[in-house]
C-alpha cells in the first residue's frame, strides 16, 4: 500500500462544476500537508496548505481529518484554467524529514 | 513565494556520459534540499535529501554512486548522473526547503531538468 494515495481520475467536469478530491495516509506519524498543482511538463506548484480546521483560498477549500488520516480539496466553480494534475503531500519526520507526494489526481475542465 | 531555480532545463546526452544539474534557490537559504524524479503520468518519486555541507541521504533503491549530489552551500545542490543510460531519461525537479512556517516545513520547486539519453 503507498502512504499516500489518491484516485488517479481523471475527472471530467463543465465549467462551473464543484468537484472534490481525497487523498489518504497512512503513517499517523505525519505532520504537515499540501496541496500542489502540477501543469503538464512542469513542476509542481504549492497551491494551498491544509490544516486541521479546514482552509479556504478563494474558489479553493481544504480540509484534514487526522482522526481519519484523510484530507481533501474542493474546486468551487470550475475554470477551464483549473485543469492540472492536483497532488496531495503529507510532511512527515520519522526516518528524516521528507515529503511523501501522492500519484496525482487528473482533472479537465472542459466548456 | 519563494523561487527556485534549476539548470539546465532540458539537455540531450549520450549513453554512457555524465550530465550535471544545478539547484539553487535564489531568495532563501535553504539548508535541505530535495532531488526527485518523475517518469511521464506517475508521480513525484524522491530521490535523495540533500544537507549543506553533509552526506546526501538516498532513498531505498536509489544507486549513490549513479547520482552524485553535493550540497556545497545554503542555495545550491548539484545532482549528476553517471554513466548515463536511456532508462534514465526522465524529468528532475528539485526542491528546497523554505524555512518554517506555520504549517510546516513548505517546498519550493525548480522548474525541474527533462533528461535524455539517446
Known amino acids: 500500500r503507498k502512504e499516500v494515495e489518491q484516485d488517479p481520475g481523471p475527472f471530467n467536469v463543465p465549467e462551473g462544476a464543484t468537484v472534490a478530491f481525497n487523498c489518504t495516509y497512512s503513517?499517523?506519524?505525519?505532520?504537515?500537508f499540501f496541496w500542489y498543482r502540477q501543469d503538464c511538463r512542469k513542476e509542481p506548484k504549492l497551491l494551498m496548505s491544509?490544516?486541521?480546521s479546514g482552509n479556504e483560498d478563494g474558489r479553493f477549500t481544504a480540509q484534514l481529518n487526522r482522526a481519519s488520516q484523510y484530507i481533501s480539496l474542493l474546486i468551487r466553480d470550475s475554470k477551464l484554467s483549473d485543469s492540472a494534475t492536483y497532488l496531495c503531500?503529507?510532511?512527515?519526520?520519522?526516518?528524516?524529514?521528507?515529503?511523501?507526494f501522492g500519484a496525482g489526481t487528473r482533472l479537465f475542465v472542459k466548456a | 513565494g519563494a523561487v527556485v531555480s534549476q539548470h539546465p532545463s532540458w539537455v540531450i546526452c549520450k549513453s554512457g556520459t555524465s550530465v550535471k544539474i544545478e539547484c539553487r534557490s535564489l531568495d532563501f537559504q535553504a539548508t535541505t534540499m530535495f532531488w526527485y524524479r518523475q517518469f511521464p503520468k506517475q508521480s513525484l518519486m524522491l530521490m535523495a535529501t540533500?544537507?549543506?555541507?553533509?552526506?546526501?541521504?538516498?532513498e531505498q533503491g536509489v544507486e549513490k554512486d549513479k547520482f552524485l549530489i553535493n550540497h556545497a552551500s545554503l542555495t545550491l545542490s548539484t545532482l549528476t548522473v553517471t554513466s548515463a543510460h536511456p532508462e534514465d531519461s526522465s524529468f528532475y525537479i528539485c526542491?528546497?526547503?523554505?524555512?518554517?512556517?506555520?504549517?510546516?516545513?513548505?517546498?519550493?520547486f525548480g522548474p525541474g531538468t527533462r533528461l535524455t539519453v539517446t
Open positions: 503513517n499517523s506519524a505525519s505532520q504537515s
Open positions: 491544509v490544516y486541521s
Open positions: 540533500s544537507n549543506e555541507g553533509s552526506k546526501a541521504t538516498y
Open positions: 503531500a503529507v510532511n512527515r519526520r520519522t526516518g528524516g524529514f521528507k515529503t511523501i
Open positions: 526542491s528546497a526547503r523554505a524555512p518554517r512556517g506555520r504549517t510546516g516545513y513548505e517546498q519550493y
